[in-house]
């Protein structure tokens, strides 16, 4: 079992950055991704970035956010970071972070993952 804490969420105004966090511990080595993913009220969730913890840590970004976030990752803490530059209102939800251990078809996917964290709001203001 694996869990999962955010942090580092808040309120900024449009333009501001924050960099938001994700813990893991548990049974991590199995980990294969880590992705972080949003959920605005009235909405689906919806991904944001990932990034594989083996074969080289190749990362993927949402359109909605290349550019202006970045995913990264310290193994040697098992945390996820989420860097959260040029922030615009319709970026306000709550973020998750979540990890895959068993492939289920696509990265992107929420359905893909096998453990989530709690989330985190982000509230960005005009």
């Known amino acids: 079992q694996v869990q999962l804490v955010e942090s580092g969420g808040g309120l900024v105004q449009a333009g501001g950055s924050l960099r938001l966090s994700c813990a893991a511990s548990?049974?991590?080595?199995?980990?294969?991704?880590m992705g972080w993913f949003r959920q605005a009220p009235g909405k689906e969730r919806e991904f944001v970035a990932s990034?594989?913890?083996?074969?080289?840590?190749?990362?993927d970004y949402a359109d909605s956010v290349k550019g202006r976030f970045t995913i990264s990752t310290d193994n040697a803490k098992s945390t996820v970071y989420l860097q959260m530059n040029s922030l615009k209102p319709q970026d306000t939800a709550v973020y998750y972070c979540?990890?895959?251990?068993?492939?289920?078809?696509?990265?992107?996917?929420?359905?893909?993952?096998?453990?989530w964290g709690q989330g985190t709001q982000v509230t960005v203001s005009s």
């Open positions: 979540a990890a895959l251990q068993s492939y289920r078809g696509s990265y992107s996917l929420p359905a893909s993952y096998d453990y």
């Open positions: 548990g049974r991590t080595f199995r980990t294969y991704v």
């Open positions: 990034i594989a913890c083996r074969s080289g840590g190749d990362t």
